[in-house]
């Protein structure tokens, strides 16, 4: 799966018909196997740790049936940790049996050596329409791209559109400022008697994305560098004044769709996996917006996922065609309309979609062509501490949301505790912040 929704994507998304063909796959062609790990001789192995559940892998073996039209295909679907073992052991030991992988960026970044480099792929691919952020991370760091871009997901904004009459006098909704939110929902407040703001703060919910990838970035213009610094306990100041226009609901609340659907709130912010099922049966009455801007631009968090060739591939030549084929605008609204993964090409979204992931993925792309915005990434190099950084940012909204602690005495206390671990890790830093070594709060 993208990003860290972990199941309910799928079942949310899928459940509003991106898994029905809404739309005929192209009658197969020739020449094309799927049949799982072996594809037998000349086959192009793709490896991934994405599309888990049986239902996606057999949706997307569909779409290489029906699109892959020159090279066999044989689709293997492994867990991350097998993925990470298997594309390490078989590099380094010059044994290499699968020809490309596919995976999240912060997947492929510790493998950047591994991977072969594919300036030429990218370059016959000008017509795709990548964005250059997405392009420039696919160099994991380096002078030389690594992977092609593959898919993406992201987090917004859903607004009833019952809420639009309390927005500020010349406030635009698909272009907000965080002062203006603020304004919105407590105009909204005093004019219903309770909040209709949301956010995913219960006990699985994602708010520390929120936190990481678009309030501390759209302040600061970091997320680890700037933990500590004036700009963020500004953010934190602010966050203390959305708080209290927010719905006290939000600490049990795992995903917004549910009371945004039960009409609990008018506005939430969550992953689009977690918000799609809201507008599903009246999409005439929603909007999905992007993030608001705040003082240095909009922040948003990029889930991206990438192919690349291992070094030493077999089939390589066979391999880059794969990964053409895998960008072209038909499998991109494919992958789209079956497993519910956005595009990352310059496709337009067809107006026959089901209309709330047609409202999500205009969202994502007007979120990530904002001329301000500003790119963040889950963290990069953390592996298994990815949830004890996650929890500091918890921390940070627990101790100065609902116990009022002090903002500064708080972050400069959790930026201890995050230090700790970075400074165990000896990581460079990740989107927004600077490329550096050690990455750690200043």
């Known amino acids: 799966m993208i990003g860290d929704h972990r199941g309910l994507s799928r079942r949310s998304l899928l459940a509003l018909g991106a898994g029905v063909a809404a739309a005929p796959l ?11 790990a072996d594809g037998g001789a000349g086959s192009v192995t793709l490896m991934s740790n994405q599309f888990s559940p049986v239902e996606e892998k057999q949706r997307f073996e569909k779409i290489l049936q029906a699109r892959v ?87 917004v904004l859903a607004v009833h559109k019952k809420a639009l009459e309390w927005l500020p006098s010349g406030a635009d909704v ?47 213009g970091g997320q680890i560098t700037t933990f500590r610094s004036p700009d963020a306990a500004a953010a934190w100041e602010y ?35 977690r918000l799609v099922g809201a507008p599903a049966d009246k999409p005439d009455d929603w909007l999905m917006v992007p993030a608001p801007s705040g003082p ?47 595009p990352v090409t ?4 067809p107006s026959d979609l089901p209309p709330a992931i047609a409202l999500a993925a205009a969202a994502i792309r007007a979120q990530r062509e904002a001329p301000n915005a500003i790119l963040s990434l889950p963290p990069v190099g953390l592996g298994a501490r990815d949830g004890e950084v996650g929890q500091i940012f918890k921390n940070c909204f627990k101790e100065i949301c609902l116990d009022g602690k002090p903002v500064q005495q708080v972050l400069d206390a959790q930026a201890g505790e995050l230090n700790k671990i970075m400074d165990e890790l000896k990581i460079p830093c990740w989107k927004p912040d600077p490329v550096g070594e050690n990455c750690r709060a200043a």
């Open 69 to 155: 039209t020159g090279e066999k295909v044989a689709f293997n679907q492994v867990e991350t940790g097998i993925f990470a073992s298997t594309l390490q052991t078989q590099v380094d030991a010059g044994k290499v049996q699968v020809s490309a992988v596919g995976a999240l960026h912060g997947d492929l970044a510790q493998h950047a050596e591994r991977l072969i480099d594919l300036d030429d792929v990218l370059a016959g691919l000008a017509d795709r329409g990548f964005a250059a952020e997405l392009t420039e991370l696919a160099k994991l760091g380096g002078t030389t791209t690594k992977y092609i871009p593959w898919m993406q997901a992201s987090y």
């Open 174 to 220: 698909q272009k907000l400022t965080y002062d203006q939110l603020l304004a919105w929902t407590t105009a909204g407040q005093q004019a219903t008697g309770k909040p209709i703001l949301g956010i995913p703060a219960g006990p699985k919910g994602l708010y520390h994305r929120f936190f990481q990838g678009f309030l501390l970035p759209s302040f600061t």
């Open 26 to 36: 192209l009658s197969a062609c020739g020449g094309v196997s799927t049949s799982g």
């Open 239 to 273: 966050m203390k004044q959305l708080w209290a226009q927010t719905s006290r609901g939000s600490t049990n609340y795992d995903n917004l769709q549910e009371p945004l659907q039960r009409g609990e709130v008018l506005i939430g912010f969550d992953h689009v996996a």
């Open 296 to 342: 240095k631009g909009l922040g948003y968090m990029l889930v991206l996922a990438g192919l690349g060739i291992p070094k030493g591939a077999p089939e390589t030549d066979k391999a880059k065609d794969v990964l053409k084929a895998l960008t072209t605008p038909e499998v991109q609204l494919d992958v789209l309309r079956q497993n519910a993964f956005f």
């Open 346 to 349: 310059n496709v337009a979204i």
